[in-house]
């Protein structure tokens, strides 16, 4: 049955991956409620498709979600000025980039992303008082690199 569900998905979304990816989400469905699925085998074949038919629709609805989003999206920054904060000067971004890479994300949420020091480390799954004593080492290892 699975090979049908592929190709069923194949013709209708142009693409092996996408459906493959529909029939394992069509499977999962069936297994949500194996008491519907019923035994006699035309039945199940109807009530397979049936699900497979609603798990595509759903696919098409996200697919155009997803396009209409992205367009927006792309108009919005095509309006908007770019002030994306690159290090002007090499020195600063080589001692950035001489940070381990959790250091130099938890030192760049706060300086480019606005985040304080305790919600930077909230992202990176630090605590606070962890996230405050890391952020002051780095400050002070920075310090001594560009000195």
Not at 62 to 90: G, M, N, V
Request: charged share 35%.
């Amino acid at each position: 049955m699975l090979p049908e569900l592929v190709g069923y998905f194949a013709r209708r979304l142009g693409n092996w991956d996408d459906a493959a990816d529909a029939a394992s989400d069509t499977l999962v469905e069936l297994l949500k409620r194996p008491d519907r699925v019923p035994a006699e085998e035309t039945r199940c074949r109807q009530y397979v498709y049936g699900t497979a038919r609603h798990v595509l629709a759903r696919s098409r609805k996200r697919r155009i979600r997803y396009a209409e989003l992205a367009d927006r999206l792309k108009a919005e920054l095509r309006t908007q000025e770019h002030t994306t904060a690159i290090p002007a000067d090499p020195d600063v971004a080589d001692a950035i980039g001489e940070l381990r890479t959790r250091d130099q994300e938890l030192l760049l949420l706060v300086a480019w992303e606005g985040f304080s020091v305790i919600e930077a480390g909230a992202v990176l799954g630090l605590k606070p008082e962890a996230a405050r004593k890391r952020y002051s080492r780095l400050r002070v290892a920075l310090r001594a690199k560009l000195s």
